[in-house]
Structure formats: structure tokens, C-alpha cells
């Protein structure tokens, strides 16, 4: 019966964002269809980037192989774990809002808007999956869980900044890690490095517990 449940919730939760990224894609394409414009239309892609990790971990969930099997599951989580700040990243989208635009400005900021909304769903449901599959304890998942977003915050800013992607680890490997290797060891020359990491790791933090919250919250 649990076991029911679980799928049952884990359909409609795959119902539910199928329906919300339909939505981005539908305003996506209304916003060529008025301005005749495909800016912005890269967006899509960033949510498919975002939709990958949470793929990966239900993926994960929902398969008793993979569960059993620790080298898989090193894999989906090594995986996550490059594909995870594609998620939060699309908030840093915001960048392109623009009033010269062809197209009113609020419709850019809905536009977005749903967008980022959309890839942090993705990307804490995801996360919560996470804890399921690797820590019991309610305070070190907690802890981890707060560690993970410091380090995507770390990746968004590797990806706004520096251009760098999730695959140019196998594409460029020792250039990525020169980049990060130099910010770790010289901290004091590389301000803007953990300006944005830590900044942006606490605002995701912030969403992330009253996230959180609200699902302890229904569960009284």
C-alpha cells in the first residue's frame, strides 16, 4: 500500500511538472509569436538542463536495481551533482530582462519568473530526493543538504561568470579545475567567486527550507 502511495505521488508530481514546463514552453512561444523575436527562447534548454537532475533522482527512487546497486547509484549521484546548479541557475536569467525590449517588460519578468520558479522545483524536489536516498538522520541530511546548495551556488557562478557547463568536465577538465582550484586557493583574489557563492547560496537556502517548511507544515 505504501509502495502505491509513493507512485501514485511520484505520478503527479511528474503530471504537475509537466503541466508547469508546458506553461513556460506555451509563453515562450506566445512571446515570438507577438515580438516575431526568438530572444529568450533559450530558456527552454536551461529548464531542460534543470529537468536532468530531478530525472536523475527519480529515476534513482523509482528503480529498486539502481538502489541496490552502488556503482549506479555513484553515477546518478556524480551526475546530479554536475547537472544540480543547472537548476537554481536559471534565476540569474533575470540578467536579460531588458525595457528596450519589443515586447512589455512585465511580460519578460512573468516570462523568467517562470522559468527560475520552475527550474527550483525541479532542482529541490530533487534534492529531496537526495536525502531520501542517502542520509536517514533529519539533521546531517540538513547539513548536507545546506552544503549541496553552497556548492551549486558555486557552480552558477562557474556558469554566469566563467561560461563554464556541466560537460566541460569531460570536455575541458583541466581548465574548469584550474578555474576552481585557483578560487580555492587564493580566496582574497577572486571577491566576486564567493561574493555570488555565498550570497546566492544563502537566498537558495532561504527558498529551499521554506520549502521545506511548507511540506512539514501540510503533514501536521
Not at 514552453?25 to 536532468?52: D, E, M
Not at 549506479?72 to 534565476?91: D, E, G, Q, R, T
Not at 530533487?126 to 553552497?150: A, M, V, W
Request: hydrophobic share 55%; net charge positive; charged share 15%.
Amino acid at each position: 500500500m505504501i509502495k502505491y502511495l509513493k507512485e501514485q505521488n511520484r505520478f503527479k508530481e511528474t503530471l504537475f511538472l509537466g503541466f508547469i514546463a508546458l506553461t513556460c514552453l506555451g509563453l515562450s512561444l506566445s512571446r515570438i509569436t507577438y515580438s516575431g523575436s526568438i530572444r529568450l527562447f533559450f530558456l527552454n534548454w536551461n529548464l531542460f538542463l534543470a529537468f536532468i537532475p530531478w530525472a536523475l533522482t527519480s529515476l534513482a527512487c523509482i528503480s529498486p536495481r539502481i538502489k541496490k546497486n552502488k556503482i549506479l547509484l555513484l553515477l546518478i549521484l556524480v551526475s546530479w551533482l554536475l547537472f544540480f546548479p543547472n537548476a537554481p541557475y536559471i534565476l540569474t536569467d533575470l540578467f536579460h530582462l531588458n525595457s528596450r525590449s519589443s515586447i512589455p517588460i512585465w511580460f519578460d519578468l512573468i516570462l523568467i519568473l517562470s522559468f527560475a520558479w520552475t527550474g527550483l522545483v525541479f532542482g529541490f524536489l530533487s534534492l529531496l530526493d537526495i536525502e531520501k536516498l542517502l542520509y536517514k538522520n533529519s539533521k546531517i541530511s540538513g547539513l548536507l543538504s545546506t552544503l549541496l546548495i553552497f556548492i551549486a551556488s558555486f557552480g552558477i557562478y562557474l556558469g554566469r561568470y566563467l561560461r563554464w557547463n556541466s560537460w566541460d568536465i569531460i570536455s575541458e577538465p583541466f581548465n574548469l579545475l584550474y578555474d576552481i582550484s585557483d578560487r580555492i586557493i587564493n580566496p582574497l583574489a577572486h571577491p566576486r567567486t564567493w561574493g555570488v557563492t555565498l550570497l546566492m547560496g544563502l537566498f537558495l537556502n532561504i527558498i529551499f527550507w521554506s520549502f521545506k517548511l511548507i511540506i512539514a507544515r501540510k503533514n501536521l
